[in-house]
């Protein structure tokens, strides 16, 4: 049985949203452009000094690394919340968001996507997330990020949009 927690993340406005122990699944509510497109929220984590990002193992690809991000799902508001949540499950961090990264179209897949990331800050990093039993994370420098990135161009696009020392 998935526990919630009472607590809330961190947001830009001033309602809360709960925090779920248990990360969401599927694609049931997942939301499409009007072309066919996946819309896909990301956050870009970076340290309160803007010198590190916090980035994340893939489930996919074995050895992968990438930026919490997942599809913006029906029931969220903005693309700015679902971002959020993708980060309190995939990496088990709060923060505040900074700014808007813009819209990245990524068409390397079958299934095309615009991916919508934003920049935070990160505030609290916790001890336990709902797939910190599928992921690890790690702090790394922008030359590290990128290197691990590697032909993902839209978190190549999305690290050099944000504020982290270069």
């Known amino acids: ?7 809330s993340y961190a947001q830009s406005s001033s309602s809360a949203h709960q925090r779920s122990m248990e ?21 870009v984590p970076l340290s309160s000094d803007k ?4 980035i994340v193992e893939s489930t996919r690809k074995p050895n ?3 930026l919490p991000k997942g599809g913006w799902e029906t029931d ?5 919340l679902a971002a959020q949540r993708e980060a309190w499950e995939e990496a088990g961090i709060t923060g505040k968001v900074t700014k808007s990264l813009g819209q990245i179209r ?3 897949t079958t299934v095309k996507a615009i991916y919508m990331f934003f920049e935070m800050i990160v505030g609290e990093e916790l001890t336990e ?3 910190m039993k599928k ?5 790394v420098s922008y030359k590290d990020a990128y290197e691990k990135f590697g032909s993902r161009s839209e978190m190549l696009e999305a690290l050099d949009r944000s504020s982290i020392a270069k």
Do not use: C, F, H
Request: charged share 35%.
């Open 129 to 131: 997330w709902p797939e």
């Open 76 to 80: 969220e508001d903005t693309a700015e």
């Open 23 to 43: 990360a969401r699944v599927g694609r049931t509510k997942q939301r499409y452009a009007t072309d066919g497109s996946r819309l896909v929220a990301g956050i």
């Open 51 to 54: 010198t590190k990002v916090l």
């Open 135 to 139: 992921r690890k994370r790690k702090w």
């Open 106 to 108: 990524d068409n390397r």
């Open 64 to 66: 992968g690394w990438v």
């Open 1 to 7: 049985m998935a526990q919630t927690s009472t607590t």
